[in-house]
């Protein structure tokens, strides 16, 4: 049987899922757990794989990635590859963990990615005990929904909200925002002019189909099992065609990694004036603003800004961490880092 086709674009949006050899368990503890969630963190500064969502189940794993190049299988690859070396010597193991080769899914819109982040937030409920199993979803469709009542409600909402292995704790609120997990697109896409208002909106959002008792999949547009999108771009990325960039999004286009100079001189153009006359600035954000956009939008390795700005790595992480989570308070900001983005996509 022919290998499923795999394909990698620059600024593309991916489902990435891979499962435990022979349905065998891909992970044996919160240790297992934590370390392939380090190798994840590591993504967005090797590969400029920004992360978007997740979620660990005992024998596989969902990921929502967005890529900076054309690079997605091998970026997979080194993390399938590094983290089943840790497993195998954590756990005196030898051989085959991964079933084989990861699948991945080609998302052609962002509406799109974010009901593909709803269905891997939505994993830990997909079992039988709380009535939302494959078996039960399929009977739900020919016979209906049943009222699931309070109590069972109450079951699948506190199951979902207190699974400890997947982003949507973050999403919700729950947990603060790790400097790898890029929530900023996922996080907006339902609405609300603050965080909170966000945080409820997105959460309404995912809880709305457990509450029901109907898990909508994502997958009816699925096209030759690989790409999720209009037959026309289906057939234009499955034929080997080049995707037009012109008809790309400004976010999608900036996803081409950046020089850090290109940066530079974008924030310069926005904010009318060279960066040596703000940059050093007491009390001016210009600097970490920069630094944010050049890191988490345009493909710039934190060790390349940090160099380039004489700073320790941790402190060039911290920079862009702090002025990351302060972005929705502060609306010159906000406003800062759209012009950025949008001066950028257009060099």
């Given at each position: 049987?022919?290998?499923?086709?795999?394909?990698?674009?620059?600024?593309?949006?991916?489902?990435?899922?891979?499962?435990?050899?022979?349905?065998?368990?891909?992970?044996?503890?919160?240790t297992?757990?934590?370390?392939?969630?380090?190798?994840?963190?590591?993504?967005?500064?090797?590969?400029?794989?920004?992360?978007?969502?997740?979620?660990?189940?005992?024998?596989?794993?969902?990921?929502?990635?967005?890529?900076?190049?054309?690079?997605?299988?091998?970026?997979?690859?080194?993390?399938?590859?590094?983290?089943?070396?840790?497993?195998?010597?954590?756990?005196h193991?030898?051989?085959?963990?991964?079933?084989?080769?990861?699948?991945?899914?080609?998302?052609?819109?962002?509406?799109?990615a974010?009901?593909?982040?709803?269905?891997?937030?939505?994993?830990p409920?997909?079992?039988?005990g709380?009535?939302l199993?494959?078996?039960?979803?399929?009977?739900?469709?020919?016979?209906?929904?049943?009222?699931?009542?309070?109590?069972?409600?109450?079951?699948?909402?506190?199951?979902?909200?207190?699974?400890?292995?997947?982003?949507?704790?973050?999403?919700?609120g729950a947990?603060?925002?790790?400097?790898?997990?890029?929530?900023?697109?996922?996080?907006?896409?339902?609405?609300?002019?603050?965080?909170?208002?966000?945080?409820?909106?997105?959460?309404?959002?995912?809880?709305?189909?457990?509450?029901?008792?109907?898990?909508e999949?994502?997958?009816?547009?699925?096209?030759?099992?690989?790409?999720?999108?209009?037959?026309?771009?289906?057939?234009?990325?499955?034929?080997?065609?080049?995707?037009?960039?012109?008809?790309q999004?400004p976010?999608?286009?900036?996803?081409?990694?950046?020089r850090?100079?290109e940066?530079?001189?974008?924030?310069?153009?926005v904010?009318?004036?060279?960066?040596?006359?703000?940059?050093?600035?007491?009390?001016?954000?210009?600097r970490?603003?920069?630094?944010y956009?050049a890191?988490?939008?345009?493909?710039?390795?934190?060790?390349?800004?940090?160099?380039?700005?004489?700073?320790?790595?941790?402190?060039?992480?911290?920079a862009?961490l702090?002025?990351?989570?302060?972005?929705?308070?502060?609306?010159?900001?906000?406003?800062?880092?759209?012009?950025?983005?949008?001066?950028?996509?257009?060099?």
């Amino acid at each position: 049987m022919a290998r499923p086709l795999r394909i990698d674009i620059a600024g593309a949006w991916y489902h990435v899922m891979n499962r435990g050899h022979r349905a065998g368990a891909l992970f044996l503890d919160d240790t297992d757990r934590r370390r392939f969630l380090g190798a994840a963190a590591q993504l967005p500064e090797r590969f400029a794989l920004e992360v978007h969502a997740f979620v660990l189940m005992p024998n596989h794993y969902h990921l929502l990635v967005r890529t900076g190049a054309a690079n997605l299988s091998h970026a997979i690859r080194w993390l399938n590859v590094r983290y089943a070396i840790q497993f195998n010597w954590a756990h005196h193991c030898h051989g085959t963990l991964f079933q084989g080769r990861f699948k991945s899914v080609l998302i052609q819109e962002e509406r799109q990615a974010v009901a593909v982040a709803r269905y891997i937030h939505l994993n830990p409920v997909r079992v039988g005990g709380l009535g939302l199993s494959k078996i039960d979803q399929r009977r739900a469709r020919v016979l209906g929904c049943a009222n699931p009542g309070a109590e069972l409600v109450r079951r699948r909402v506190e199951r979902l909200r207190e699974y400890p292995w997947s982003s949507y704790r973050v999403y919700s609120g729950a947990e603060p925002n790790p400097e790898w997990l890029a929530i900023d697109v996922i996080g907006r896409s339902c609405g609300g002019r603050n965080r909170a208002e966000r945080v409820a909106a997105l959460r309404s959002y995912t809880e709305e189909p457990i509450r029901q008792g109907v898990l909508e999949s994502p997958w009816e547009g699925l096209v030759a099992g690989v790409v999720l999108g209009e037959s026309g771009f289906a057939r234009q990325v499955l034929s080997g065609q080049k995707v037009d960039e012109a008809e790309q999004t400004p976010a999608r286009r900036i996803r081409r990694r950046r020089r850090w100079e290109e940066v530079v001189q974008a924030a310069e153009k926005v904010r009318g004036m060279k960066w040596d006359q703000w940059a050093e600035r007491h009390g001016d954000w210009g600097r970490d603003a920069t630094m944010y956009v050049a890191v988490r939008h345009g493909g710039v390795r934190l060790p390349e800004v940090a160099g380039q700005q004489g700073m320790m790595y941790q402190a060039a992480a911290q920079a862009v961490l702090r002025f990351g989570e302060g972005l929705d308070k502060d609306p010159a900001r906000s406003r800062f880092v759209e012009q950025l983005r949008r001066e950028l996509s257009n060099i």
